[in-house]
């Protein structure tokens, strides 16, 4: 998890919008991965973007990617209660292996 | 998407014993599986990577003798704690991905172990 970083904590009023940014190291990454842990369970692939992409949308989702600065981030459009998770970047590297941030955990107020 | 089943979903074991866990892909075949330790919160910290029909590739720092994985089938993988101590208890998940250029990984629903 060295290679990715994350901010550890983020709070968010129910309803609003959350953004979780990530910087990665590794240039030659072909893609970059969202995931979304919730408590005591595995972890779940919420979306992906092909390093070429700028931009990727998927209903509340939205991934940026500026690859200039290795940044990415995650805004999940009208936060839910449900979106109360950890959220992890990765970056692929080498032969598929995932190098994995140390995770966001978003908290969901109501 | 895929399935990836992990079996137990937790363990208790006492310190010295050994413990195995199993990834089953249930719908796919799984050319390539990966094992991870996930300490409380923190990140997912790669232990090893198997390949079907040969032997794992540890990363640095993970000692294979210890930690004992077995990819015999396309479908299942296992993962044995031998001698377990209970620094070793965590949470440990698999993930399983088809052979391909960066098709997707899915991931099980992790295993927590504890050893007392």
């Known amino acids: 998890g060295e290679d990715v970083e994350q901010s550890l904590f983020l709070s968010v009023r129910e309803g609003d919008s959350s953004v979780i940014n990530c910087t990665y190291t590794?240039?030659?990454?072909?893609?970059l991965y969202w995931y979304k842990q919730e408590p005591g369970a595995g972890l779940q692939l919420l979306t992906y973007i092909f390093s070429n992409m700028d931009m990727k949308q998927d209903q509340r989702l939205t991934v940026l990617l500026n690859k200039k600065d290795k940044h990415l981030s995650l805004r999940i459009a009208d936060t839910q209660t449900g979106d109360s998770a950890i959220y992890f970047c990765a970056e692929s590297i080498g032969d598929y292996k995932l190098s994995f941030g140390a995770g966001t955990t978003v908290t969901v107020r109501a | 998407g895929a399935v990836v089943s992990q079996h137990p979903s937790w363990v208790i074991c006492k310190s010295g014993t050994s413990v195995k866990i199993e990834c089953r892909s249930l719908?796919?075949?799984?050319?390539?599986m990966f094992w991870y330790r996930q300490f409380p919160k923190q990140s997912l910290m790669l232990m090893a990577t198997?390949?079907?029909?040969?032997?794992?590739?540890?990363e640095q720092g993970v000692e294979k003798d210890k930690f004992l994985i077995n990819h015999a089938s396309l479908t299942l993988s296992t993962l044995t704690v031998t001698s377990a101590h209970p620094e070793d208890s965590s949470f440990y998940i698999c993930?399983?991905?088809?052979?391909?250029?960066?098709?997707?990984?899915?991931f099980g629903q992790g295993t927590r172990l504890t050893v007392v």
């Open positions: 993930s399983a991905r088809t052979s391909g250029t960066d098709t997707e990984a899915f």
């Open positions: 590794d240039s030659s990454s072909t893609y």
């Open positions: 198997s390949n079907e029909g040969s032997k794992a590739t540890y």
């Open positions: 719908d796919f075949q799984a050319t390539t």
